[in-house]
């Protein structure tokens, strides 16, 4: 599946775009958090946006907005549509071969809590191998896998045709227990 290489800037146009149309009706009058200090209508949905959109959100409507703009949507959201339509035939071109297809979780190890809030671009990269699921609209299971020689843990991901998530389950049971892995079961 070489295209999957380029899925991430697609990806964030397209879930960009979806937020910002799904969010424009939380305008704190009908639905969302309301601010409790105002002084007209406007003033209110300024402020509640402002408190109760985190900076990821608002980065989120803010490129969403852009790429489903007069201008440019043919440049932006239309070809992302385009790129989602053929990751789907490859992952269905895949699966005419493939039961299931087994990779990587995330390109890099786990890192700290908070270490890369800071730089939006490392985090959406750590997504590069998820994302594509979630483009191609196809079923797939996230486990542990093991460790690395540093003890920090290892996700691996199961990827199934739509509609085989029995299958999936079936198969990440049976990885399971093949990996004799130990869960950490404390909350």
Same mark, same amino acid.
């Given at each position: 599946?070489? #295209?999957?290489? &380029?899925?991430? *800037?697609?990806?964030? !146009? !397209?879930?960009? /775009?979806? %937020?910002?149309? $799904? =969010? /424009?009706?939380? $305008?704190?009058?009908?639905?969302?958090? @309301? *601010?409790?200090?105002?002084?007209?209508? &406007?003033?209110? #949905?300024? +402020?509640? @946006?402002?408190?109760?959109?985190?900076?990821?959100? +608002?980065?989120? #409507?803010?490129?969403?907005?852009? *790429?489903?703009?007069s201008g440019y949507y043919d440049a932006y959201y239309n070809k /992302?549509?385009?790129?989602?339509?053929?990751l789907k035939a490859d992952f269905q071109e895949a699966f005419k071969k493939y039961d299931i297809i087994l990779g990587p979780v995330s390109p890099i190890l786990p890192f700290k809590i908070g270490e890369r809030c800071e730089d939006?671009? /490392?985090?959406? =990269?750590? &997504? #590069?191998?998820? !994302? $594509? !699921? $979630? =483009?191609?609209?196809?079923? %797939? =299971?996230?486990?542990?896998?093991?460790?690395?020689?540093e003890g920090l843990p290892v996700g691996i991901q199961l990827i199934g045709d739509t509609f085989t998530e029995d299958k999936i389950y079936k198969v990440a049971y049976q990885l399971e227990k093949k990996l004799a892995l130990e869960f950490d079961r404390e909350v």
């Open positions: 599946l070489p #295209i999957t290489k &380029d899925g991430l *800037a697609p990806y964030y !146009i !397209i879930s960009s /775009a979806e %937020a910002s149309s $799904n =969010l /424009a009706r939380f $305008n704190s009058v009908s639905y969302g958090y @309301r *601010a409790k200090d105002y002084t007209s209508v &406007d003033d209110m #949905i300024e +402020k509640s @946006r402002s408190e109760g959109f985190g900076s990821e959100v +608002k980065r989120r #409507i803010m490129l969403g907005t852009y *790429a489903l703009s /992302a549509q385009k790129f989602r339509a053929k939006p671009t /490392a985090m959406y =990269l750590a &997504d #590069i191998y998820t !994302i $594509n !699921i $979630n =483009l191609a609209t196809v079923p %797939a =299971l996230s486990m542990p896998g093991g460790k690395s020689k």
